[in-house]
T-cell receptor
Framework: KNQVEQSPQSLIILEGKNCTLQ??????????LRWYKQDTGRGPVSLTIMTFSENTKSNGRYTATLDADTKQSSLHITASQLSDSASYIC????????????FGGGTRLMVKP | GAGVSQSPSNKVTEKGKDVELRCDPI?????LYWYRQSLGQGLEFLIY????????KSGLPSDRFSAERTGGSVSTLTIQRTQQEDSAVYLC???????????????FGPGTRLTVL
């Protein structure tokens, strides 16, 4: 069964600090992995997409890594801002799944001043 | 429109009543998806449409749930005889047609928060 697990479930950090969110998956065969940011009361918005051959991809202060061998991904947030407070969802697509996705449970991040 | 829109944004209903949720996808997006997000839980896939057809309905939790899409655009998700466990946020997403790489991003709407009393 395809599964995506994220850790930690929740995280509180001070503004300006860095943090790293983890995602482990068992989706096979792997196609791509996206990190989404979901603000409270809003739909998820894609931050990055990573395919099998990509190890690192950055989007501003967000940097995603992918280790396809160990089936792990991380999302690193640098110099956090209050607006980074949100849920971060790891989503993995399998090659044989049409355009359907397996969602992780998300990490709820709170950035405090 | 600029993005995926959903209506209503909030719906409170009594147990046993039927509800209809609406999704307007991004213009030109042929694929449309419905998800359910219960409090503190991850997104649960319900159904997707390619054009007006729904190749995979396996995610619908019961026969009280149905969805349709007409004209390759607007979709409605109907829940009959609502139960308290149906309370959740129902998210709709749309994307361009499937590509061989399958990298088409799904753009999400803001969701409909359904509360069944």
């Amino acid at each position: 069964k395809n599964q995506v697990e994220q850790s930690p479930q929740s995280l509180i950090i001070l503004e300006g600090k860095n943090c790293t969110l983890q995602c482990n998956y068992t989706v096979s065969p792997f196609s791509n992995l996206r990190w989404y940011k979901q603000d409270t009361g809003r739909g998820p918005v894609s931050l990055t997409i990573m395919t099998f051959s990509e190890n690192t991809k950055s989007n501003g202060r967000y940097t995603a890594t992918l280790d396809a061998d160990t089936k792990q991904s991380s999302l690193h947030i640098t110099a956090s801002q209050l607006s980074d407070s949100a849920s971060y969802i790891c989503v993995v697509r399998a090659n044989n799944a049409g355009n359907m996705l397996t969602f992780g449970g998300g990490t709820r991040l709170m950035v405090k001043p | 429109g600029a993005g995926v829109s959903q209506s209503p944004s909030n719906k409170v209903t009594e147990k046993g009543k039927d509800v209809e949720l609406r999704c307007d996808p991004i213009s030109g997006h042929t694929a449309l998806y419905w998800y359910r997000q219960s409090l503190g839980q991850g997104l649960e896939f319900l159904i997707y449409f390619q054009g007006n057809s729904a190749p995979d309905k396996s995610g619908l939790p019961s026969d009280r749930f149905s969805a349709e899409r007409t004209g390759g655009s607007v979709s409605t998700l109907t829940i009959q005889r609502t139960q308290q466990e149906d309370s959740a946020v129902y998210l709709c997403a749309s994307s361009l047609a499937l590509s061989s790489g399958g990298q088409n991003e799904q753009f999400f709407g803001p969701g409909t928060r359904l509360t069944v009393l």
